[in-house]
């Protein structure tokens, strides 16, 4: 059995109308875990910063039962408001107001709204979150953020399976084992990000396996001109040495073994650079990227960063972003 959904069904579960449209073309779905699976490709790997802000300005302001988008669709402000609901039911007049101005200047700052999973925080939780996150580099806030849109993406769309499955079986369109497939997803999905949530509550490292793209990437900036670099050769690496670890000005021949190459595309960003595995090896990494042919006339022939991964961060998501000019670079680590 399968499940049909039209563009404007997806459109209430993300505002980007390119994502909404992409997924109404790989409509109908066997399930829910495979429509999910498909979003988390479509989103984080097919879809372009333009889908991004575009999705996030379909959301209202966290903490304000007023304020809506001209974007959303009426079921995405429907559904908007109850995913607020525990936020509100816990807030106080001090509280809210704090709120406020905290989305003001994280707006001003980062040209988007604050976007966060609301679904069963309360209120202190979001403030806090919000003050957390504000010193944030805006390259680093703005994956922070499309991670959490995939997340309100899937509870909606666990949503849209919901009713669709619920419909059916009161016509007799699926038998009730359908029904129950949807429910066994739905639970699977919620408990994901509930489990999520209080782990990071709790300050704890998330332990939830599924990836959906490698579990190191990047995507470069060229500052100088304002706009992703493009077309920039980017090599990932490995220590493999006969030394635990290379040393600064040592000798280096046999140490690195490439684990992946690929060219950034118009968005800045990297292909593969390696598998996508639950739990990446510990050890020592270089991402060199190859700035002298993307800029011949520039400073830096190549820039290389060399990190480490510890056993504890096996299952987390590194991505090394650059922000680089022909005459400078920087770089900083992202989760």
């Known amino acids: 059995m399968e499940f049909g959904f039209e563009e404007k069904d997806f459109l209430a579960c993300c505002g980007s109308t390119k994502f909404a449209k992409e997924m109404a073309l790989a409509s109908p779905f066997a399930s829910l875990e495979e429509a999910v699976s498909a979003a988390r490709d479509l989103w984080f790997n097919k879809v372009d910063v333009h889908a991004w802000l575009q999705a996030f300005s379909a959301h209202p302001q966290i903490g304000d039962s007023t304020s809506s988008s001209h974007h959303a669709t009426p079921t995405s402000a429907r559904w908007s408001k109850g995913e607020q609901s525990t936020a509100l039911a816990t807030a106080t007049g001090s509280t809210l107001q704090e709120l406020s101005e905290w989305n003001a200047r994280y707006r001003q700052k980062f040209g988007f709204v604050f976007l966060i999973c609301a679904s069963g925080r309360s209120s202190g939780e979001i403030l806090a979150e919000l003050k957390n996150r504000y010193p944030n580099r805006p390259i680093v806030e703005l994956d922070i953020a499309a991670q959490e849109q995939m997340k309100v993406t899937e509870l909606r769309l666990v949503k849209l399976f919901s009713s669709k499955a619920k419909v059916a079986s009161t016509t007799n369109q699926y038998p009730a084992v359908v029904a ?25 490292t998330s332990q939830i396996s599924t990836r959906t793209r ?26 493999k040495g006969a030394q635990p670890r290379p040393s600064f000005g040592g000798t280096e021949i046999g140490g690195w073994v490439l684990q992946g190459s690929s060219t950034t595309d118009n968005d800045g960003r990297s292909g593969q650079l390696m598998s996508i595995v639950d739990a990446v090896d510990a ?33 987390e998501h590194f991505h090394v972003p650059l922000l680089f000019s022909p005459f400078s670079f920087t770089t900083y680590r992202g989760s």
């Open 283 to 315: 050890g020592i990494y270089r991402i060199s990227f190859n700035t002298g042919k993307y800029c011949p006339a520039g400073f830096f022939p190549y820039v290389s960063i060399v990190f480490e991964i510890r056993e504890s961060q096996d299952r």
């Open 180 to 204: 129950k497939k949807v429910e066994e997803d739905r639970a699977s999905i919620i408990g994901g990000h509930l489990s999520a949530t209080s782990e990071a509550t709790a300050g704890k």
């Open 214 to 239: 490698p579990p190191i990437t990047t995507h470069v900036l060229d500052v100088s001109r304002g706009s992703p670099g493009a077309g920039i050769e980017v090599r990932l690496e490995m220590w």
